[in-house]
C-alpha cells in the first residue's frame, strides 16, 4: 500500500473522503424533522370522549368567522406601545384587544435579499429571512421546523404536508394573500387572489408596503349584504424589517413606519365594525430586531414579539392587569383553523390561543381534548406522565358531560392545560433529535482521516533520499495477491465491527437501516476506513527521517502552535462568535515577532561592522544582504503593518462590537463619496498593476495578454460606473447595461485561457509569432532538443530529449499566474467599492510575508536545505492570511452576516448555480487569493519540474490537514455541546461554515491538480500532433 502513501494527490481524496464524512455529521446532527403526512378533515372529528358520545362537528363549530393576519416583519414587543401606535395602544389599554409575549424559537436567522448600493444597505443586501420561512412554516402548520429545515430551504420550496390554508381550501374558504411573495411558493394553488411582492430587489422601505396598502379599499369593502368578500385574508408587511437591517431599531425611520402600519391597523379595524359576520385581527412580527439591526440570535429583542387579538362584538379582553400568557408562534395555526371552522392540520402541535376560546364551558374542553389528543399522539408515549394526565382529563370531561357538574369540568380544563404544558417542550424537543449513531461514524471517520492526512503531510516532508525506499533484504516481495487479499481482510473486519454495532446498539438511526442507499453508505465508510488503515500502517513503517524539520525556527513553531491551537478555542462560544478576535491577535503577534526579529538581526550586524568585528570583515556579502534586508524589507513591513491596521477598522464583524461605526460606515456616508471612490479607483488600479506584473509569467506573444488584462480591467470600470458606483469620465457609461458588461468580462477571460493553452502546443509558431517575455531566464515557452536536427545524431522516436519538463513547468507557472489574476479581477468586480482596497492589500501581504519568511534571508548557506521549512512557513502563512482577510471582509460565524448581494452582479435573475458560485467565492476571497498566491510563489520559486511538484505535494497535504484536523475537532466540540443553550445560535452556523470552507478546499486543490494534468495534456498534445510533421 506505499503508493497510496506516495501518490502526491492522495491527501485531495482524503480530503473527499473528509468533506463526505462532515455531510454524514450534518445529517445527524441536523436531521430533518419526521412529518407524519396527515391530512385532516372535519369528518375526522372524534364523536366519543370517555366513551360518551357527542357530535364533534357541532360542538366544534365557531360560528362564522373572518380572520385578518397583519405580519408586520421586524416587530418588536416594545413597539407596541402609544407613543410609537397610537391606534393599537389604545385599544390594548382599554382591553378591547389582548396582547400576547409570542415566542419565536431560535434562531432568527437573517439571509440577504434586498439589493441597495449603499454599505448598511450593502450588510442588509438582500436580506430576507430563512427564520421568515420558519416562522411563516409554525404560524401556517402549527408545527416547529428544524435548523436543516432552515438550512434547506433558500428557495422556499412548498410545503408537503398540511397547512391553515389547504384545510381551509377543503372547507371552501376563500383566502387571499398581499405581500412577500414566499407565502405563494410555500402554499401554491391555495390562495383565491393573490400579490405577491418579490423581496428581491428591492431598494425603499415603502414600495413592498405600498403594494400591500393599495389593495385594502376594496378587499376590506363587504358585499350588498354586508358580509366580507373573504374568509381568510393575510397581510405580510416589510418596510420595518428593512429599516431595522439597514439603519437599526433607534432609526428615525421606525417611528414613522410604526404610525403608518398603526393607521393600516384602525382602518381595519373600523371596516370589521361594519362587517355582519365576526372578525377577528391578529398583528404580530415574525420576529423582533437587535437594536444594531438585523437579527441572528436568541436576545430577548430578537425572539420576543407581539401578537395582538382583536374580536369585533361583545369581547372584551379577560387579563385585566397585563398581557396574556406566553404562547407560541404554533398556536396561531389550530387558532385560524378552528375560527375557520376547519379541522386542525394533522402536524400542529399547538393550541387554541386563551382569549378566542369560546364561553361555553363544553365547547371549551372539546377544544381542549382535541389538541391535547392530537399532541399526545405526536410524542407517542402512552407511560409519561402528560398522557396519564391528559386521560384524566377525558374522565373529567366524561362526568361532565354525563352529570354537568361545574366542578367536574374545572377539573378537567386544570387537567389538560397541565398536559399540553408539560407537552409543549417535549414537542419542541423532537425538532431536535439527533442520529447519534451516525454522529459518532462520522467523527470515527474524520479522526481516521486525519490521522492518515498526519501520515502523508509527514512523509512528504521527509527528504527525497528516505522517500526512495525497496524491499529490505530477508524479506518476501509482497505481491498485487497479497494485498488485495489483506485489504479484504481488514475490509471485512472494520464492516463486520460496524454492523455488530448497528445490531447491538439497536439504534433507529437510518445509517444503519441496511437499505440500498444506506447500505452503499456503509461500504463506502469501511472502505474510507480500510485505506486510511494501510496508509497509517504504511507511514508509520516509512517514516524514519524527518531530519529537515531541524530547520524550523521559532517563527515556524509559532505558525505550528497557532494552527493547532486556534481550533480548542471553539470550546467556548464567545471566541466563536468573536473568532476574528483570535486571528487579529495571531496575525499581530505574528508582524511583530518577525519586525523584532529582523531589527535585532541588523542592529546586531550594525554594532558588529562599527567594532570591525572579524566575522564582517570575513563575509563582505554580508553587507549587501543587511541593506537588502535593513534598507528594504524592513521600511515595507513596517508600512504593511500601518495597511493592517486600517484594514482592520474597515469593517466592525463579530457579535458583541457590531454595531460600533466602522471606517465602511463613514466611506459609504454621502458627504464622504468621494473618497469612497477613490479607495475604489486604487484598489482596482493596483490589482490592474499586479495583473501586469504577472503577465510576465504568461507567453505574452505580441502582447495579447497585457491587452486582455486591459479589457477586463475596463469591463470593471464601466460595470461600476454603470452601477452608480463611479462618475462617467466620458461617454454614456451610465446608461451601459451591467449585464453585458459583465458578459464581456467573463468572454476576456475564458478567451485569455484558451488563447494560453492554444501558444504552448505551438500553434502560433507555425505562423511566426514569438513569445515576448520579462526574462528570457524565466520564460521557455518551446519545445526543444538539446542538439539540433541536421547533427549527425539518432534520437528513438519515443525517446527523443524534449524539454518537456522545462515547458511544463512553464506552463504551470503561467496557468497558476492565470489562475491568481482571474481571481483577482473577479473578486475586484464582486467586492463592495469600500472593500476593493483588500484585494491587492492580500497580494502585497502574500509577497512581503513570503520573503521576511524565507529561511536563507539572513543566513544563505548553500549547505542548508530549507525547502521544507519554506514549504511549512509559506503554507501556514497564507493560511493565516486567508483567515485574516476572510474577517477584514466584515464576515463574521452568524449566518447573519452572509451577503448574496455580489452573487447577483451581472444577472438578470435568479439562478442558484451562479449566485451561490458567485456569492461564495466573494465570501471567501481573502482564503481563495490567499491560496493563489502561494502557488503562484510555488510554481515561480523552483527551477525544476520535480521540485515544483515536490513543494506542491507538501503544500496541499499541510492545506488538507489543517482543514480536516479543525473540522474533526469542530465536530466533536458541536457533539458535545449539543445540547448547550446557543447550539443553534452559535455552534450550528459554524458547522455550516466550516462546510462550506471544505468544499472551497476541495476545489482549491482539485484546481492545483488540474493545472498540472493539463501540462501533461497540453505537452502530449504539442507533441503527437502540433511537431509531428516537424520532426
Not at 452601477?723 to 457609461?733: I, K, N, R, W, Y
Not at 490567499?930 to 510563489?937: D, T, V
Not at 520535480?946 to 499541510?958: D, E, K
Request: aromatic residues 12%; contains cysteine.
Amino acid at each position: 500500500m506505499l503508493s497510496w502513501l506516495q501518490h502526491r494527490w492522495t491527501a485531495l481524496w482524503l480530503l473527499i473522503l473528509a468533506l463526505s464524512s462532515l455531510s454524514l455529521f450534518l445529517y445527524g446532527f441536523f436531521p430533518l424533522k419526521y412529518h407524519s403526512g396527515k391530512l385532516a378533515h372535519i369528518g375526522d372529528l372524534p364523536n366519543y370522549i370517555d366513551g360518551i358520545s357527542v357530535d364533534g362537528q357541532t360542538i366544534y363549530d365557531p360560528g362564522e368567522n373572518t380572520v385578518v393576519l397583519m405580519v408586520i416583519d421586524g416587530l418588536r414587543y416594545d413597539f407596541v406601545r402609544e407613543d410609537l401606535m397610537p391606534f393599537t395602544g389604545e385599544i390594548v389599554k382599554n382591553k378591547t384587544a389582548c396582547i400576547y409575549v409570542c415566542v419565536a424559537d431560535p434562531p432568527t436567522v437573517t439571509m440577504p435579499r434586498i439589493k441597495s448600493p449603499e454599505r448598511k444597505r450593502e450588510k442588509a443586501q438582500w436580506r430576507r429571512t430563512i427564520n421568515f420561512w420558519r416562522d411563516i412554516f409554525a404560524m401556517m402548520t402549527g408545527s416547529v421546523s428544524t435548523f436543516a429545515d432552515v438550512a434547506l430551504n433558500f428557495g422556499a420550496p412548498a410545503v408537503q404536508g398540511d397547512s391553515v390554508l389547504r384545510v381551509a381550501a377543503n372547507r371552501g374558504r376563500k383566502s387571499i394573500m398581499y405581500g412577500d411573495d414566499t407565502w405563494l411558493r410555500l402554499f401554491p394553488g391555495l390562495w383565491s387572489e393573490s400579490d405577491g411582492t418579490t423581496s428581491f430587489f428591492v431598494t425603499d422601505y415603502t414600495e413592498v408596503d405600498n403594494n400591500v396598502t393599495r389593495h385594502l379599499d376594496k378587499v376590506l369593502t363587504p358585499d350588498e349584504k354586508n358580509k366580507p368578500t373573504f374568509d381568510f385574508l393575510v397581510l405580510h408587511y416589510l418596510g420595518l424589517d428593512h429599516i431595522g437591517h439597514l439603519e437599526g431599531a433607534n432609526s428615525p425611520k421606525i417611528k414613522p413606519k410604526l404610525l403608518e402600519m398603526d393607521e393600516i391597523v384602525k382602518k381595519i379595524y373600523t371596516a370589521m365594525q361594519k362587517w355582519d359576520r365576526t372578525g377577528v385581527l391578529m398583528i404580530g412580527g415574525d420576529h423582533g430586531m437587535r437594536d444594531a439591526g438585523g437579527h441572528g440570535g436568541s436576545s430577548p429583542a430578537e425572539v420576543l414579539v407581539p401578537l395582538v387579538v382583536v374580536k369585533t362584538g361583545d369581547n372584551a379582553c379577560p387579563y385585566k392587569l397585563g398581557p396574556g400568557p406566553a404562547i407560541s408562534q404554533v398556536d396561531i395555526a389550530p387558532t385560524i383553523a378552528w375560527l375557520l371552522n376547519a379541522p386542525i392540520p394533522g402536524d400542529s402541535s399547538g393550541t387554541i390561543l386563551p382569549s378566542l376560546m369560546p364561553a361555553d364551558i363544553r365547547q371549551q374542553l372539546y377544544l381542549l381534548h382535541l389538541v391535547t389528543a392530537q399532541n399526545a399522539k405526536q410524542l407517542g408515549d402512552y407511560d409519561a406522565e402528560y398522557y396519564k394526565t391528559y386521560l384524566r382529563a377525558d374522565k373529567q370531561f366524561g362526568h361532565f358531560l354525563l352529570t354537568g357538574q361545574r366542578s367536574a369540568a374545572n377539573i378537567a380544563k386544570e387537567f389538560y392545560q397541565a398536559a399540553l404544558h408539560e407537552m409543549a417542550p417535549r414537542l419542541t424537543g423532537t425538532a431536535t433529535d439527533f442520529d447519534l449513531f451516525a454522529l459518532l461514524a462520522a467523527i470515527l471517520l474524520l479522526y481516521v482521516i486525519t490521522a492518515a492526512l498526519i501520515c502523508v503531510t509527514l512523509y512528504s516532508l521527509q527528504p527525497e533520499a528516505s522517500r526512495k525506499t525497496s524491499v529490505p533484504l530477508g524479506r518476501h516481495k509482497v505481491t498485487k495477491l497479497s494485498k488485495l487479499i489483506a485489504f479484504v481482510v481488514m475490509f471485512s473486519i472494520i464492516g463486520l465491527a460496524l454492523g455488530l454495532s448497528c445490531v447491538i446498539s439497536e439504534t433507529k438511526s437510518q445509517y444503519c437501516s441496511f437499505n440500498a442507499l444506506w447500505s452503499l453508505a456503509l461500504l463506502a465508510t469501511c472502505t474510507a476506513l480500510t485505506v486510511c488503515y494501510f496508509i497509517i500502517k504504511t507511514a508509520i513503517e516509512k517514516i524514519k527521517d524527518m531530519s529537515p524539520l531541524r530547520e524550523l525556527n521559532a517563527i515556524d513553531y509559532l505558525l505550528i502552535i497557532g494552527t493547532l491551537l486556534h481550533a480548542f478555542s471553539f470550546f467556548g462560544t464567545s471566541f466563536i462568535e468573536e473568532e476574528h478576535m483570535t486571528w487579529y491577535y495571531f496575525w499581530n503577534t505574528l508582524m511583530f515577532f518577525i519586525l523584532m526579529r529582523t531589527l535585532v538581526v541588523v542592529v546586531m550586524y550594525v554594532s558588529k561592522k562599527l567594532t570591525n568585528a572579524t566575522e564582517v570583515q570575513e563575509k563582505p556579502h554580508l553587507q549587501q544582504r543587511m541593506n537588502t534586508v535593513g534598507l528594504d524589507l524592513v521600511p515595507k513591513w513596517v508600512l504593511l503593518i500601518a495597511l493592517h491596521r486600517y484594514l482592520r477598522t474597515m469593517n466592525q464583524t463579530g457579535d458583541r462590537w457590531l454595531f460600533l461605526p466602522d471606517t465602511a460606515d463613514w466611506l459609504n456616508a454621502p458627504e464622504n463619496s468621494y473618497y469612497l471612490q477613490l479607495h475604489l479607483v486604487i484598489g482596482t488600479l493596483a490589482t490592474f498593476a499586479i495583473c501586469l506584473w504577472n503577465v510576465g509569467y504568461m507567453n505574452n506573444i505580441m502582447l495579447i495578454h497585457t491587452g486582455f488584462t486591459t479589457v477586463a480591467t475596463l469591463c470593471i470600470f464601466c460595470y461600476r460606473c454603470s452601477s452608480g458606483a463611479l462618475p462617467a469620465a466620458f461617454l454614456d457609461v451610465e446608461s451601459w447595461d451591467p449585464v453585458h458588461i459583465v458578459n464581456i468580462f467573463w468572454g476576456v477571460l475564458f478567451a485569455q485561457f484558451v488563447f494560453e493553452i492554444l501558444t504552448y502546443t505551438g500553434i502560433f509558431k507555425k505562423c511566426g509569432l514569438r513569445p515576448y517575455s520579462r526574462t528570457e531566464s524565466i520564460n521557455n515557452f518551446e519545445y526543444t532538443k538539446p542538439k539540433a536536427k541536421h547533427e549527425d545524431i539518432f534520437y528513438d522516436k519515443m525517446e527523443e530529449p524534449w524539454n518537456l519538463d522545462a515547458v511544463k513547468l512553464n506552463l504551470a507557472r503561467s496557468m497558476s499566474h492565470i489562475m491568481l489574476n482571474d481571481l483577482l479581477l473577479i473578486i475586484t468586480l464582486l467586492m463592495r467599492p469600500h472593500n476593493v482596497i483588500m484585494v491587492p492589500s492580500i497580494y502585497f501581504t502574500s509577497v512581503l510575508t513570503i520573503k521576511c519568511l524565507d529561511h536563507k534571508l539572513l543566513d544563505p548557506r548553500p549547505s542548508r536545505q530549507t525547502e521544507v521549512a519554506d514549504s511549512i512557513g509559506q503554507t501556514l502563512a497564507h493560511i493565516w492570511i486567508g483567515s485574516l482577510f476572510f474577517f477584514y471582509q466584515g464576515n463574521s460565524n452568524s449566518l447573519a452576516s452572509v451577503d448574496l448581494g455580489s452573487g447577483y452582479v451581472g444577472l438578470r435573475e435568479y439562478s442558484a448555480a451562479l449566485v451561490a458560485a458567485r456569492m461564495g467565492l466573494h465570501a471567501y476571497a481573502g482564503p481563495a487569493l490567499a491560496g493563489a498566491a502561494l502557488f503562484c510563489h510555488l510554481a515561480a520559486a523552483h527551477a525544476r519540474w520535480h521540485g515544483y511538484l515536490q513543494a506542491v505535494w507538501r503544500a496541499i497535504s499541510i492545506i488538507a490537514f489543517h482543514r480536516v484536523y479543525q473540522v474533526t475537532l469542530y465536530c466533536m466540540i458541536a457533539l458535545l455541546f449539543r445540547r448547550h443553550l446557543f447550539v443553534w445560535t452559535v455552534f450550528s452556523p459554524k458547522l455550516l461554515y466550516d462546510f462550506v470552507a471544505c468544499v472551497f478546499s476541495v476545489q482549491a486543490v482539485a484546481t492545483i491538480a488540474q493545472i498540472v494534468a493539463l501540462t501533461h495534456v497540453t505537452s502530449w498534445i504539442a507533441k503527437t500532433i502540433t511537431y509531428k510533421t516537424s520532426l
